[in-house]
């Protein structure tokens, strides 16, 4: 009997669909707790321990490192997707922009993100009570943190304990050195007043049972051999497989979740992509993962005569109140970093020091904040390499002398990425649009999008503030400053890749999706565990919140099976 055909016969405790980091860290929690877990992932199995290109040159390869379509970020980078994908097109309103990135395979995006793991503060979860814009949390830091502290335990992450009123501290591993640069970097910010601590990433710097410290070879987003980054697959479904207790079923394109007379999700309807059949696994429990906005379309697509307008949708808010990490850059010229004398920069692949939010929105003209990460130095060249080197002052055009300069100018520029916080707003949603389907004959999304001032004055701040950054260090700043008309250069929605929203929790049934255990106000036995139950952004990463908000999901779900509540 085929695994699809096992999948059709049985009826599992709990489906899940979706195994970047809430699918995975629900799968890893429920079999761990005893539940049989069947798992619905929409691209191929992916292990970075056995699958990595990590230590591969980039000039062993035909493309140096070339992006290709797939591999928007590099053709090494661990994931596989981006914001095309041939077959499953999107859509969006006429005058508006929003690009949607989508990950295909196992683990998704935890594949090859950033891995910078911070958790959200006290404020982050009542945003409202402060500065009385979007909603606040139906719950607080106070029952997020225990669920920090377990996956600090289980996945790692290194930092430094700072106590910043709104950073709360972790059980962190020790954080690598500063490099060169970043000394630099720290020196100038100290001297601006702007506070520049250790990072805080997941990955560990001590071993792991089964995991190896990182050893440094800074390659960090094309997957980690010997799991020492943090990705779903080796660290979280592994496990989950090893239990006996999860099915993985790859290549399975969610349709729709089913539901009964009563009103109850019985399982997930989907496409077995390599044959084109419809398929159905059931289940007593359905766990929506497979990313915010993912997890929106299935729902608005799960429609009946019980739920019309898609199921768990009585309140007209699925697809609404959707958010991006708001977004700009900065780069210069460091004099200080000409010729400088050979020196070891190894280190994780990622920024050793970072800037959590400072200052006092009431005294600024936008809400909120934004972190501010720092990239440079001494990386490995790949293709690309030495793009704009005419920027550089006196290079020569060719021959030995341009390759002296090349060797003079590399580790010369210092650059610095904003990534703050947006307040939800109703003119940011997704809907089923009406004619557009993919390959499959499923329907798309169609966005709507529009960022506000708030968000165009904090990339107007940001700017200002990597700019006075580089000018402090002595530097000459790339390009020149955008413009009010350009949104003081705010990225477009979704480029960030940190969409968050779309079935927001909360305790009024009439205004969201689902209630503080995420779970649908509408349907007892369904309940989402992604980016999709967020109200609001933060001026961190999300992933940290995730992985905590689905463990938590899980140990909910659990107990409510005990109390036979569902």
Same mark, same amino acid.
């Given at each position: 009997?085929?695994?699809?055909?096992?999948?059709?016969?049985?009826?599992?405790?709990?489906?899940?669909?979706?195994?970047?980091?809430?699918?995975?860290?629900?799968?890893?929690?429920?079999?761990?707790?005893?539940?049989?877990?069947?798992?619905?992932?929409?691209?191929?199995?992916?292990?970075?321990?056995?699958?990595?290109?990590?230590?591969?040159?980039?000039?062993?390869?035909?493309?140096?490192?070339?992006?290709?379509?797939?591999?928007?970020?590099?053709?090494?980078?661990?994931?596989?997707?981006?914001?095309?994908?041939?077959?499953?097109?999107?859509?969006?309103?006429?005058?508006?922009?929003?690009?949607?990135?989508?990950?295909?395979?196992?683990?998704?995006?935890?594949?090859?993100?950033?891995?910078?793991?911070?958790?959200? %503060?006290?404020?982050?979860?009542?945003?409202?009570?402060?500065?009385?814009?979007? /909603?606040?949390?139906?719950?607080?830091?106070?029952?997020?943190?225990?669920?920090?502290?377990?996956?600090?335990?289980?996945?790692?992450?290194?930092?430094?304990?700072?106590?910043?009123?709104?950073?709360?501290?972790?059980?962190?591993?020790?954080?690598?050195?500063?490099?060169?640069?970043?000394?630099?970097?720290?020196?100038?910010? /100290?001297?601006? %007043?702007?506070?520049?601590?250790?990072?805080?990433?997941?990955?560990?710097?001590?071993?792991?049972?089964?995991?190896?410290?990182?050893?440094?070879? *800074?390659?960090?987003?094309?997957?980690?051999?010997?799991?020492?980054?943090?990705?779903?697959? /080796?660290?979280?479904?592994?496990?989950?497989?090893?239990?006996?207790?999860?099915?993985?079923?790859?290549?399975?394109?969610?349709?729709?979740?089913?539901?009964?007379?009563?009103?109850?999700?019985?399982?997930?309807?989907?496409?077995?992509?390599?044959?084109?059949?419809?398929?159905?696994?059931?289940?007593?429990?359905?766990?929506?993962?497979?990313?915010?906005?993912?997890?929106?379309?299935?729902?608005?697509?799960?429609?009946?005569?019980?739920?019309?307008? %898609?199921?768990?949708?009585?309140?007209?808010?699925?697809?609404?109140?959707?958010?991006?990490?708001?977004?700009?850059?900065?780069?210069?010229?460091?004099?200080?970093? #000409?010729?400088?004398?050979?020196?070891?920069?190894?280190?994780?692949?990622?920024?050793?020091?970072?800037?959590?939010?400072?200052?006092?929105?009431?005294?600024?003209?936008?809400?909120?904040?934004?972190?501010?990460?720092?990239?440079?130095?001494?990386?490995?060249?790949?293709?690309?390499?030495?793009?704009?080197?005419?920027?550089?002052?006196?290079?020569?055009?060719?021959?030995?002398?341009?390759?002296?300069?090349?060797?003079?100018?590399? %580790?010369?520029?210092?650059?610095?990425?904003?990534?703050?916080?947006?307040?939800?707003?109703?003119?940011?949603?997704?809907?089923?649009?009406?004619? #557009?389907?993919?390959?499959?004959?499923?329907?798309?999304?169609?966005?709507?999008?529009?960022?506000?001032?708030?968000?165009?004055?904090?990339?107007?701040?940001?700017?200002?503030?990597?700019?006075?950054?580089?000018?402090?260090?002595?530097?000459?700043?790339?390009?020149?400053?955008?413009?009010?008309?350009?949104?003081?250069?705010?990225?477009?929605?979704?480029?960030?890749?940190?969409?968050? *929203?779309?079935?927001?929790?909360?305790?009024?049934?009439?205004?969201?999706?689902?209630?503080?255990?995420?779970?649908?106000?509408?349907?007892?036995?369904?309940?989402?565990?992604?980016?999709?139950?967020?109200?609001?952004?933060? /001026?961190?990463?999300?992933?940290?919140?995730?992985?905590?908000?689905?463990?938590?999901?899980?140990?909910?779900?659990?107990?409510?099976?005990?109390? *036979?509540?569902?």
């Amino acid at each position: 009997m085929s695994q699809g055909q096992q999948g059709q016969q049985q009826v599992y405790d709990v489906c899940i669909v979706g195994s970047g980091a809430g699918g995975g860290m629900a799968a890893y929690a429920l079999t761990r707790a005893g539940a049989r877990v069947v798992m619905l992932e929409a691209g191929p199995a992916w292990y970075a321990s056995k699958n990595s290109t990590m230590i591969l040159p980039a000039y062993q390869t035909q493309r140096r490192g070339r992006a290709t379509k797939t591999r928007p970020f590099g053709e090494h980078d661990a994931c596989d997707g981006g914001w095309e994908i041939e077959g499953e097109p999107y859509t969006r309103a006429p005058g508006t922009r929003f690009d949607w990135w989508r990950g295909r395979m196992l683990g998704g995006r935890t594949n090859h993100w950033g891995r910078i793991s911070l958790r959200f %503060g006290p404020r982050d979860f009542k945003g409202k009570s402060h500065d009385g814009l979007g /909603d606040d949390w139906p719950i607080g830091y106070e029952d997020v943190a225990p669920y920090y502290d377990r996956i600090d335990d289980l996945i790692g992450v290194f930092g430094s304990k700072e106590n910043l009123p709104n950073e709360p501290d972790g059980k962190f591993h020790p954080a690598p050195k500063p490099r060169c640069y970043e000394l630099l970097v720290k020196k100038t910010s /100290d001297k601006l %007043g702007i506070t520049c601590i250790p990072s805080r990433l997941s990955i560990i710097t001590k071993p792991l049972p089964g995991r190896q410290a990182c050893h440094y070879c *800074g390659q960090c987003n094309r997957g980690c051999s010997v799991k020492a980054n943090f990705s779903s697959p /080796d660290v979280l479904i592994a496990p989950a497989l090893q239990t006996g207790r999860l099915t993985l079923i790859t290549e399975a394109m969610a349709r729709e979740v089913t539901v009964g007379r009563d009103g109850l999700a019985t399982g997930v309807a989907y496409v077995h992509k390599p044959s084109g059949e419809d398929r159905h696994v059931r289940a007593r429990v359905v766990v929506l993962a497979a990313s915010a906005l993912e997890s929106a379309r299935l729902l608005l697509n799960s429609k009946s005569s019980l739920f019309p307008q %898609g199921l768990a949708n009585a309140s007209g808010t699925v697809g609404r109140y959707i958010t991006d990490t708001t977004g700009t850059d900065v780069s210069g010229f460091i004099p200080q970093m #000409v010729d400088h004398v050979p020196h070891n920069e190894d280190g994780v692949g990622g920024m050793h020091v970072y800037m959590p939010w400072w200052l006092d929105n009431k005294k600024l003209d936008f809400p909120r904040g934004y972190h501010i990460e720092v990239w440079g130095g001494l990386g490995q060249p790949s293709y690309g390499y030495g793009g704009g080197f005419q920027r550089y002052p006196n290079v020569a055009g060719y021959g030995k002398k341009l390759k002296d300069d090349y060797r003079r100018f590399y %580790g010369s520029t210092i650059g610095f990425s904003g990534r703050g916080e947006m307040i939800p707003n109703d003119k940011s949603y997704a809907e089923i649009d009406p004619t #557009v389907v993919d390959r499959w004959g499923i329907p798309v999304l169609r966005f709507h999008w529009e960022w506000s001032d708030h968000e165009r004055n904090q990339s107007k701040h940001m700017q200002e503030t990597f700019r006075r950054l580089i000018a402090e260090m002595g530097g000459t700043v790339y390009g020149n400053a955008p413009t009010k008309e350009q949104d003081y250069g705010l990225a477009p929605g979704g480029r960030i890749i940190h969409e968050l *929203g779309g079935t927001r929790m909360g305790a009024d049934a009439k205004s969201s999706v689902l209630n503080r255990d995420c779970q649908a106000h509408d349907c007892k036995n369904l309940f989402v565990a992604d980016g999709a139950p967020f109200v609001s952004q933060a /001026d961190k990463n999300p992933t940290w919140t995730i992985l905590a908000l689905a463990w938590r999901t899980a140990d909910g779900i659990m107990a409510k099976r005990k109390a *036979g509540e569902i």
